[in-house]
């Protein structure tokens, strides 16, 4: 089966102008025009042109809600399996307007896209992550090797040839990490790593490290004695029997459970299920872990002035850091519109 | 220090009147098998079975994977500590059913076991898919602790291992590879133009099920100490530990190290291999601290140019990792770590719990999130309704019809941060 595929470009790779003519709104064509004729012909027998659909790179960023849906519905009307957009080089507007047109195409279309890009064109961090952005020259010198490579990945994805890594393939990652069989096992590549590194010589690390965000902690409670304040553990207590199914680790949820009317968790009503740690005192005493019975005892006192009626719990153990980041931001909210003015967190 | 690595070829397993190895097949007498490992009286029943490469077969919940080795000469005996008395090991002769593995299976004691698929696509991430093996099923007595439970199973495995090898020892060897080196001081005189390697052999030390014992002695308990890389072919370093599957060290890999075959194999023409320094992961901080210190300053005074780092397990001890690439980098040792990444079942999220600016060469053993899906088996070993409590596993990853969807995780050594497989994550 042939495959159906539509070239996006600018005007002034369709020959309508530079930038005397960057304002000219969207149009379609049904066959291909500039660059894409070089990728028919690349190509092959692979996939056909369709069409091409043609903006002007200020008409695009100027009016970009109103472009982006008439250059999506005019690439719609081809009903094509895949886009190709530019390649923009190093020009930052093009660069933007191929970006931006990919990704709403493939989020809305649901059909891939492939658009090319120099490294520094601010549609790499832009987009990046919601298409494949193939690296190229910082300019129209390096047509060639661009569509050649643009094409070589098109004919890939097409054919639903599993794709390599990133780096060989000769795209921009997306942010997506993805297990791979090297060609020696990873004893080896630390070892030559290692040397590299110690002779000066290149060497290139698996992953980088990641960069944490930093939040910055809330104000001191002032008025203790009036405070409400809430428990909050990732150290897997929960009602017996786990009634929320919460994984036992790689958790992708956490738990909210009402304890206004218990002073004490017991092995009767609570238990640990958390994957990453000997559970054996903590399921003699789940208070060990999240301290009701003590919280309890200091709120009678009046240390301060209530606990929180219910408790947030999961298990922190392989748990993506995205997944860890939303339950907090989750139950910040609720506790801050609850006036919760405190948090006491368990870890284990 | 000398140590010959006799290697018997195992490539098939079958019942036997006797126990040994014949023409590449270890005949196993069951009975007598069975005895050695009811040699314990925690055990309420015990059964052995096999399972061989190729073979539509499941192991589940597996606790410890255990290479058959005995001393043929030299001092102590192998699993010193458990099997063999107190003292030191790795001169002399060892035996070694090469190819073949004691599994050791039982009801699940915590969250953290794995699963063996003996053929399939898992059998692609594991070592033990390519290994015949005796899988021991137990049964524990009704009210054993788990702590004892555990005790019982890791010691059970030593035992069996230590006993096929020896009834192996009528065997000639297929391949008797030498293993020669000397102390960290001799060997860098001898090579003082060469880059002088320290191995860190980070191993996790949390508690039930995530213990690891050196010499018999839990590892939670000491501070960094140095071994020569003989001795942990002689199983001084053991397993006690089932954290998440992927990325636990079994007996096995300790016995194998790769890490230890890498840096041996170049030594002396790349670089001069000091020693091994096995370290703990403490669970509080100031046991991160103290440990990441001693690890720095041993790797100092044992005048290491570089380190090799390899963790075990992820999240909390990423601390650890990050503590001792940082303390040795301060002290101007270089390092290279060898981790897997938890990046999401998407692989979108960053892969680390905690991060050093100073871990400039990382070396990736693969995101332990990544989902795979697993064809039912004709035969499973084991109980394999657990997959719901093993990590990697949901209570809907196993279906009706016996095939299962889960996390890579849930494999046995799928992503071994020693680096015993060519996995690795990379960005797409």
Redesign the interface.
């Known amino acids: 089966m042939t495959r159906r595929v539509v070239c996006y470009i600018n005007q002034f790779f369709a020959g309508m102008g530079g930038e005397e003519q960057a304002h000219v709104p969207p149009s379609a064509r049904p066959e291909a025009v500039g660059p894409a004729m070089q990728i028919q012909s690349l190509l092959g027998e692979e996939a056909v042109v369709v069409g091409t659909v043609i903006c002007g790179d200020s008409y695009y960023g100027e009016h970009l809600e109103e472009a982006r849906a008439e250059c999506v519905r005019l690439i719609g009307e081809f009903k094509p399996d895949l886009l190709v957009a530019g390649p923009a080089f190093n020009a930052g507007r093009y660069g933007v307007a191929c970006g931006d047109i990919c990704s709403a195409v493939t989020g809305t279309l649901r059909i891939p896209s492939i658009t090319g890009m120099y490294k520094e064109n601010p549609g790499v961090e832009l987009y990046s992550p919601k298409t494949f952005i193939v690296k190229t020259s910082d300019s129209a010198r390096g047509m060639k090797d661009a569509l050649g490579a643009i094409s070589a990945l098109a004919v890939k994805i097409l054919k639903g040839t599993p794709?390599g890594?990133?780096?060989d393939e000769g795209y921009f990652?997306?942010?997506?990490?993805?297990?791979?069989?090297?060609?020696?096992?990873?004893?080896?590549?630390?070892?030559d790593?290692?040397?590299r590194?110690?002779?000066g010589e290149p060497?290139s690390?698996?992953?980088?490290?990641?960069?944490?965000r930093r939040i910055p902690p809330a104000e001191p409670v002032k008025d203790l004695k009036n405070a409400t304040i809430a428990l909050v553990s990732s150290g897997g207590i929960v009602p017996r029997g786990n009634p929320d199914?919460i994984?036992?680790?790689?958790a992708?949820s956490y738990g909210v459970y009402d304890i206004s009317r218990l002073d004490d968790l017991t092995p009767e009503n609570f238990e640990s299920?958390?994957?990453?740690?000997?559970?054996?005192w903590a399921n003699e005493d789940p208070d060990r872990v999240l301290p009701l019975d003590i919280m309890r005892e200091m709120e009678r006192e009046g240390v301060f002035g209530k606990l929180y009626d219910h408790v947030f719990t999961t298990t922190?153990?392989?748990?993506?850091?995205?997944?860890a980041e939303r339950f907090g931001q989750e139950i910040g909210e609720r506790l801050k519109k609850d006036g919760v003015d405190a948090v006491i967190l368990t870890s284990? | 220090m000398r140590l010959e690595l006799h290697k018997v070829s195992v490539r098939n397993v079958s019942w036997g009147d006797e126990t040994k190895v014949e023409k590449g097949t270890l005949f196993v007498n069951r009975e007598e098998m069975l005895s050695v490992a009811m040699k314990d009286n925690r055990f309420a029943r015990a059964e052995l079975e096999f399972a061989r490469p190729g073979e539509s077969v499941r192991i589940i919940p597996v606790k410890d994977v255990i290479e058959p080795r005995c001393k043929l000469s030299g001092p102590g005996e192998v699993f010193p500590g458990f099997v063999g008395g107190m003292q030191t090991v790795g001169e002399g002769a060892t035996l070694v059913l090469d190819g073949a593995a004691v599994v050791t299976c039982g009801p699940i004691v915590a969250f953290q076991e794995g699963l063996i698929d003996m053929s399939g696509p898992a059998a692609d991430y594991s070592p033990f898919s390519q290994t015949n093996n005796v899988v021991l099923v137990v049964e524990p007595v009704e009210g054993l602790d788990q702590h004892s439970y555990e005790a019982a199973l890791r010691e059970a495995g030593f035992r069996l291992g230590w006993y096929l090898a020896d009834k192996g020892r009528g065997s000639k060897a297929d391949e008797v590879k030498v293993y020669e080196m000397g102390g960290p001081v001799e060997e860098s005189a001898r090579y003082p133009h060469l880059p002088k390697i320290a191995y860190l052999c980070m191993s996790i030390t949390q508690g039930l099920l995530h213990d690891t014992f050196l010499y018999g002695a839990d590892m939670k308990h000491l501070v960094p100490t140095l071994i020569h890389p003989n001795e942990k072919m002689d199983g001084a370093m053991v397993s006690g530990n089932c954290v998440s599957a992927c990325d636990k060290n079994t007996t096995w890999h300790h016995l194998n190290d790769p890490i230890v075959e890498e840096l041996y194999s170049r030594h002396g023409k790349d670089l001069v291999f000091l020693g091994v320094i096995p370290t703990l992961e403490d669970t509080r901080l100031a046991g991160k601290e103290r440990t990441s210190w001693f690890n720095a300053n041993l790797a100092r005074m044992l005048g290491a140019d570089g380190v090799v780092v390899s963790e075990e397990g992820y999240g909390n001890p990423d601390t650890d990792l990050c503590m001792n690439a940082a303390k040795c980098e301060k002290l101007g040792i270089r390092t290279v770590v060898i981790s897997d990444e938890a990046a999401g079942t998407d692989g979108k999220s960053q892969g680390l719990a905690d991060a050093a600016p100073e871990i400039t060469a990382f070396v990736s053993a693969g995101n332990v999130n990544e989902m795979i899906e697993l064809p039912a088996m004709d035969r499973i070993l084991g109980y394999d309704s657990s997959i719901s409590n093993l990590s990697g596993g949901a209570g809907e990853s196993l279906r009706k019809d016996g095939s299962m969807f889960v996390e890579l995780q849930a494999i046995i050594g799928s992503t071994n941060e020693l680096g015993f497989s060519r996995i690795g994550a990379r960005w797409i």
């Not at chain 1, 690390?205 to 944490?212: A, D, I, K, S």
């Open positions: 794709l890594a990133a780096e990652p997306r942010g997506i990490r993805k297990n791979f069989f090297h060609e020696t096992n990873g004893a080896k590549r630390a070892v790593m290692l040397l590194k110690l002779a060497f690390t698996e992953y980088e490290m990641p960069v944490f199914h994984r036992v680790s790689s992708e299920i958390h994957g990453g740690y000997d559970r054996v922190g153990t392989g748990t993506a850091v995205a997944h284990t």
